[in-house]
């Protein structure tokens, strides 16, 4: 089954001309891991239990449902609001069913911490880095 959702995932990745978030979701585990045990295993248990089989029966659109479980993990590691950057800079709130033009930041009730970057599209514009560069990155200087 995994094989099989792994395949699907990696078709709909190539098909969209979309970024492989993984790496940085297992980025995101690692992290919830070090905070909350708990919610580390709810995580583990939503990925083997509805995530894996739900790509590999057809049931959920891959990378919708990828998208989906970063702002998951997201959601455990920091309670707050998801939102989404357009293509202009306009924020609104996440839409699951959005595009993957988007780009996807959770931003924490506790705002002494950063934005938790969710989902960057494959082609950022000038608006979404400038907003990832202050809300992830931390950059308060143009071009640093």
Request: net charge negative; with cysteine.
């Amino acid at each position: 089954m995994k094989e099989q959702a792994v395949t699907r995932f990696e078709e709909a990745l190539e098909q969209a001309g979309a970024r492989d978030p993984r790496d940085h979701y297992r980025d995101l585990l690692r992290e919830l891991k070090g905070r909350d045990a708990d919610a580390y295993e709810r995580a583990v248990e939503h990925f083997q239990d509805v995530l894996i089989p739900g790509i590999a029966s057809g049931e959920l659109e891959p990378l919708a449902a990828w998208r989906e479980y970063g702002c998951k993990l997201a959601e455990w590691i920091a309670e707050g609001r998801t939102v989404e950057i357009d293509d202009t800079g306009l924020s609104r709130p996440h839409d699951p069913s959005t595009d993957g033009d988007r780009l996807v930041l959770h931003l924490p009730d506790d705002t002494g911490q950063k934005a938790i970057l969710v989902s960057l599209p494959e082609d950022v514009t000038s608006a979404q880095r400038a907003t990832y560069d202050l809300l992830v990155a931390g950059k308060q200087t143009l071009g640093g």
